[in-house]
């Protein structure tokens, strides 16, 4: 469809879009209270059928968990030791170099000769030979006007990375304007001497330019038919790149955080990296998190990615940013740990993950292109990314071992947005994901179902509960809702050695007024590519700040919380004032976990 036309028809779509997609919440629910769908055995508790799903797929979860960090320790006993690349192949190189090279060829660090070489001279691992030379890595910096103290923890914990050979060190501003320019500055003091570049246009939508006269592109009209990205050899040839001893810190047009990635990569392939570690300008290593993630690429034959853990540095500045930390705990050492027993892990988190540069020529030119109803995608660069390396048929992994430090947001209104986003993220990624699951396990399959469905089993649950006369249920479930989430508890406690896990089941609160509206606010919305987590410059915090657009960001929060509000009062009065309405027992046509069923008789 010619883009003049899908412009044109973005408004109706999108209502149309959102007039449907809430269509598709309402009518189930209407369905099943019109019809009183029971769908367990009856009794005073009964275990519904979703119900008995919910706990075998926790206890599935829980099981490959463990098994996950067994798998991990035994490997790491048994692991060949990681040795310096150039001491373990000088003499074979120098061999190589004399034979294949004359006098007057001259090979520069970093080139795409240098690379050869290295892979010609790559040791296999045998039973006899329990060493093996490190990865050429690359390290890739992205941020965008970062708070000045955040970034300069990032680079100091960069510097203070191990690894037995240096690495390549690229940071990519997303912005070349004043503002922008703190960000450099700071950068030249953690890396003095090093160069910053700025970058006229975007690697990823580059002129062809005349080679012979780089300074004169072509005509208008050749250079709008011939945008495309350079290659290895023109970037080789037309930009500074990192060496082992120099990191270089790009500056380049503001577009978003994919294309700031997508320059990072491009610049460090060229540079002969043969795995690239991505990161946020707001993380904060722990010193061994690059060894963990590149010995976690060995551990199976054809994986592509690694990810590891990713911890919250502000868990103590509110009660919301301290949830959120046991969150992402259990989001990371069960989920994804589950995950990659099965080696399908579907996202490698933005903040920490490292990818095989023979994965990523592959697919970054195909994800920088992404599009979805017709628009360019901002968010969900991630999620994507990983989602390309599952669709080419590579695994992906996590190890608990590598793990790093992020913030999180403490209000609750960002906190909300960036639950929104990630929805939205995972609900669009859906249509990739269905694309791979042929090519993996299973257990992938049922962990994309579970975290799709569950939400609206639930919402379904409470709307149906709110009003239907019986404020027991509605106690009932909610308590059913801590067991559940006790279950998680008590092995999060157990692994991690923590008692603030013993806090975690009061995030079913935040999960019932947060996170479900803000999934169905996802979907709703998918339409709207906006980023839509956190301000960065002095005009968009001022613009956060206006009443009227803060109460426009909350309102899908504020409908939700007034129909619970409204449900439970409702429940309340019909009891107290006509508590004879509340006999009658109403069942959860859901059934997610437990409920009394006044109907129920021993004959029964």
């Not at 080679?211 to 009209?221: D, F, G, T």
């Amino acid at each position: 469809m010619p883009r003049e036309v899908l412009s044109s028809w973005t408004l109706p779509f999108k209502i149309l879009y959102s007039v449907v997609i809430s269509c598709i919440f309402v009518v189930p629910a209407i369905v099943g209270y019109a019809l009183q769908l029971h769908i367990t055995s009856y009794s005073f508790w009964a275990l519904g059928i979703y119900g008995t799903v919910v706990f075998s797929f926790i206890l599935l979860q829980l099981i490959f968990a463990t098994l996950n960090r067994c798998f991990i320790y035994r490997y790491k006993r048994n692991a060949p030791s990681l040795v310096s690349r150039r001491l373990v192949n000088a003499s074979a190189q120098e061999t190589i170099v004399e034979k294949d090279l004359t006098d007057q060829q001259i090979i520069k660090p970093g080139s795409l000769a240098e690379h050869e070489i290295s892979e010609k001279v790559e040791i296999t691992v045998t039973d006899d030979f329990k060493e093996r030379p490190a990865t050429h890595i690359g390290l890739a910096v992205v941020g965008y006007r970062e708070d000045d103290t955040l970034f300069s923890q990032c680079l100091e914990s960069i510097q203070q990375l191990k690894y037995p050979d240096p690495i390549k060190i690229v940071v990519v501003i997303d912005g070349n304007e004043e503002q922008d320019r703190e960000m450099a500055t700071l950068f030249q003091k953690a890396f003095p001497g090093c160069p910053i570049i700025s970058l006229e246009h975007l690697l990823s939508e580059t002129p062809v330019y005349d080679l012979s006269n780089p300074s004169v592109p072509s005509s208008e009209e050749t250079v709008k038919e011939q945008v495309r990205p350079m290659t290895d050899e023109e970037l080789l040839q037309s930009t500074f790149l990192p060496t082992d001893t120099c990191a270089v810190c790009y500056m380049q047009p503001h577009r978003g955080k994919r294309h700031a990635m997508y320059t990072a990569f491009r610049v460090l392939m060229a540079a002969g990296c043969e795995a690239v570690m991505t990161t946020d300008s707001d993380t904060k290593f722990d010193s061994s998190a690059l060894l963990e993630l590149e010995q976690a690429l060995y551990w199976y034959p054809n994986i592509g990615a690694s990810a590891g853990d990713v911890r919250i540095w502000n868990n103590r500045d509110s009660l919301l940013s301290f949830m959120s930390s046991l969150r992402y705990w259990m989001a990371f050492n069960i989920e994804r740990a589950a995950q990659s027993i099965h080696r399908c892990v579907t996202c490698v988190s933005g903040p920490m993950g490292l990818y095989k540069s023979s994965v990523l020529k592959d697919i970054i030119d195909p994800w920088i292109k992404q599009r979805f109803l017709g628009m360019e995608c901002t968010y969900g660069d991630d999620r994507h990314l990983t989602n390309r390396v599952l669709m080419g048929g590579h695994r992906v992994v996590f190890t608990h071992l590598a793990f790093c430090e992020t913030e999180t947001p403490t209000e609750f209104l960002r906190w909300f947005k960036q639950q929104t986003r990630w929805s939205k993220s995972f609900y669009r990624e859906l249509l990739w994901n269905v694309q791979s699951l042929h090519k993996h396990s299973p257990w992938m399959a049922a962990e994309l179902f579970y975290q799709g469905l569950y939400p609206f089993v639930l919402l379904f649950s409470i709307l149906y509960i709110l009003w239907a006369h019986a404020p027991i249920v509605l106690a009932i479930w909610l308590i059913s809702l801590f067991v559940i989430a006790s279950i998680k508890t008590l092995y999060s406690l157990v692994v991690s050695q923590s008692l603030g896990f013993l806090a975690f089941p009061f995030y079913s609160v935040y999960y019932l007024l947060g996170l479900v509206p803000a999934k169905i606010w996802a979907l709703v919305s998918l339409w709207d590519v906006g980023w839509g987590t956190s301000a960065r410059s002095v005009a968009e915090r001022k613009r956060e700040n206006v009443f009227l657009y803060r109460v426009k960001e909350a309102l899908p929060v504020i409908i939700w919380i007034t129909i619970i509000v409204a449900g439970i009062t409702y429940n309340l009065v019909t009891f107290f004032t006509s508590p004879q309405q509340t006999q009658a027992g109403v069942l959860d046509p859901t059934s997610i976990v437990f409920y009394p069923n006044p109907y129920y008789t021993s004959g029964v």
